[in-house]
């Protein structure tokens, strides 16, 4: 698991929508992601994934989302083109979530 990435967020979890725009991400990505892993036969959990009765939307715990971000999108070897496309689309969210973080 990843140790080294630590963000102090403003919520413990945020809904779906509102965890696309923390992390600079659309919901289309989000839901590829997360329809890869059920395809896969793997839990959404790993991605922070839960749901609270009577809420619309699914929410995420950040710090998770991140982990699996970094682990799974950002530290992978990447193999094809669009895999190291998806990657330098990732890191300035993520560099600017952790630089804000060091600044506060």
């Not at 970094?70 to 300035?92: G, H, W």
Request: contains cysteine.
């Amino acid at each position: 698991m990843n140790n080294y990435i630590k963000h102090t967020f403003s919520k413990p979890w945020f809904s779906q929508s509102e965890t696309c725009e923390v992390f600079s991400i659309s919901e289309t990505w989000l839901k590829t992601q997360m329809r890869n892993l059920m395809d896969e036969g793997r839990d959404l959990k790993e991605l922070g994934h839960f749901t609270i009765d009577g809420k619309r939307e699914a929410c995420f715990f950040p710090q998770m989302l991140m982990d699996w971000i970094v682990n799974n999108k950002i530290q992978n070897m990447a193999k094809y083109d669009y895999e190291i496309a998806e990657r330098e689309k990732l890191l300035p969210s993520l560099n600017q979530l952790t630089e804000g973080n060091n600044n506060a």
